[in-house]
């Protein structure tokens, strides 16, 4: 013989809530040890009040009721049921749960609609931060992402990782400013960088995709910061820099060292105030020897006295152990920091070079210079006119 299914618990309180029905309950206590001297009809009403903090509308309704249900035993209990004072109470009790009621549908209204923005908040961080492979080519790799924004917001903070023939190509950078258009056009560099980071002869030639795909954007008040590097299996790296916080080296047998570029770079999306060229780093990685990309909010989180946060000097954080547990170190070193006046959004990339794989393809050039010329990107084409980056190939 089936036997029918014991219906489930959230099924039993769905007309009822919990924390009110304790609140109806502890009124319903304190009347009985008060007596009869004592009359605390009113104070029922506590309950469908209690409810609609968390509750969904039918829960404070049914709270009301259960609520009523009390307030006219325990005035028929007092023998003051027939009382005009005892109907008002009872009344009293419906008209603050029907108000609950609606309190709580519009509560419950707003929390779907904050929830509906942290989902879209999340799915658009996720895109611009996205997971990383534990592995690519010659190195290992963990990625942190942090914001200090409300969840409903999002930051303008990006990187992305691209395997190569014979190595890794990497991009992290930083969008003037917060929200939905620096989510615009970080989504732009990272949609121009995973396209042509793969298939570009040169690391050159994918920064200047990245210029282009800047300068198409109708928004030319904004720019970003940016690394663009490129680490092959044979232990070379490349480092493109536009106008962003130089990747951190911490060696393996100890010391650190700053891939600083030769000359100042130029942010992405700022061509019209110069010739747009970034600075450049070539260095050599051995085995062990670990690269962290990061972004502003980073070396720029300043303690209560003003003071920036010491990267360099506890650089150490970053050794001996698993790349995500140094991450988590370096974020609490932060937090502690920063106690007092906050962190801003941050990014950071940590990678350890681990030398060539067996059966791993001989390496690209090693971001070697490679002259570009406007009509092999397109320029002919392109609806920018007067476009400096093109008039710079050019020359």
């Not at 009347?31 to 001297?37: K, Q, R, S």
């Not at 299996?233 to 010391?255: E, F, I, K, W």
Request: proline letters at 6%; one cysteine or more; aromatic letters at 6%.
């Amino acid at each position: 013989m089936a036997t029918r299914p014991r219906p489930s618990r959230s099924a039993a309180f769905k007309y009822l809530d919990c924390g009110g029905a304790w609140a109806v309950l502890a009124v319903a206590l304190l009347d009985l040890i008060l007596g009869e001297e004592v009359k605390l009809l009113a104070l029922y009403a506590v309950g469908p009040v209690v409810a609609s903090a968390r509750g969904r509308a039918p829960a404070v309704a049914g709270t009301g009721l259960f609520a009523a249900v009390w307030a006219t035993v325990l005035a028929y209990h007092d023998g003051v049921l027939a009382t005009h004072w005892a109907v008002v109470s009872v009344l009293a009790v419906a008209v603050v749960t029907a108000v609950s009621a609606a309190a709580a549908r519009v509560r419950q209204g707003h929390e779907c609609g904050l929830a509906l923005m942290r989902d879209v908040a999340a799915t658009a961080q996720d895109a611009l931060a996205p997971a990383v492979p534990e592995t690519a080519g010659p190195v290992r790799i963990a990625a942190s992402y942090e914001s200090a924004a409300d969840a409903a917001r999002i930051g303008g903070d990006f990187y992305e990782v691209v395997p190569v023939r014979g190595g890794v190509r990497v991009l992290i950078g930083d969008v003037q400013g917060k929200g939905l258009r620096a989510a615009g056009l970080a989504a732009a560099l990272l949609g121009s960088f995973r396209e042509y980071a793969a298939v570009s002869p040169s690391l050159e030639e994918v920064g200047v995709r990245l210029r282009c795909a800047l300068a198409r954007r109708p928004d030319d008040e904004r720019f970003a910061t940016a690394v663009l590097a490129e680490l092959t299996s044979d232990g070379r790296m490349t480092v493109l820099n536009y106008g962003h916080p130089a990747p951190l080296v911490v060696r393996a047998g100890g010391g650190v060292t700053w891939t600083e570029p030769d000359r100042p770079g130029m942010p992405l999306g700022l061509d019209a105030l110069g010739d747009g060229q970034p600075g450049r780093h070539r260095g050599l990685l051995h085995d062990g020897d670990r690269v962290l990309f990061h972004t502003d909010g980073l070396a720029e989180a300043r303690d209560e006295d003003g003071r920036f946060y010491p990267l360099g000097s506890h650089s150490g954080l970053l050794r001996d152990g698993p790349l995500g547990h140094c991450l988590t170190r370096v974020r609490e070193d932060v937090h502690r920091h920063a106690a007092q006046c906050g962190a801003d959004d941050s990014a950071l990339l940590l990678l350890e070079f681990e030398g060539p794989a067996e059966g791993v393809d001989a390496p690209r050039g090693g971001g070697a210079h490679v002259p570009l010329r406007a009509a092999e990107l397109g320029c002919d084409v392109c609806a920018v006119r007067d476009c400096p980056i093109a008039a710079g190939l050019r020359d």
